[in-house]
């Protein structure tokens, strides 16, 4: 198999493909924290009173869920950022990593 030399086109394709990705996984994390912080809230409010046993465990249910999501999204952010700096080298992984708005 012949070995392809990757054109400026290419890295910039996929820089930019890592970078797209990385920032819809940071919204879905935003996204995964606000709905475990509902479920907790609105499951501390009905402390009070009585409630099913099923509604309970289908809260607690949605709320490890809400955790494994945010866990299961910063770890392949991680992966991502890793791709960059393999592919592209410490000065881009530099960038991200002291970018204010990430």
Not at 19 to 25: E, F, N, P
Not at 28 to 34: F, L, P, Q
Not at 41 to 60: C, Q, R, W
């Amino acid at each position: 198999m012949a070995k392809k030399n990757w054109t400026d086109k290419d890295y910039l394709y996929f820089h930019d493909l890592i970078l797209k990705k990385r920032t819809v996984l940071h919204l879905e994390i935003s996204n995964a924290k606000d709905k475990a912080d509902e479920i907790l809230k609105s499951s501390s409010s009905n402390a009070l009173y009585s409630s099913h046993m099923a509604d309970a465990s289908s809260d607690h249910v949605e709320l490890e869920k809400s955790y494994y999501m945010i866990a299961r999204n910063k770890k392949f952010s991680t992966y991502l950022v890793f791709g960059l700096v393999v592919v592209f080298g410490i000065i881009t992984w530099l960038l991200i990593n002291f970018k204010k708005d990430w």
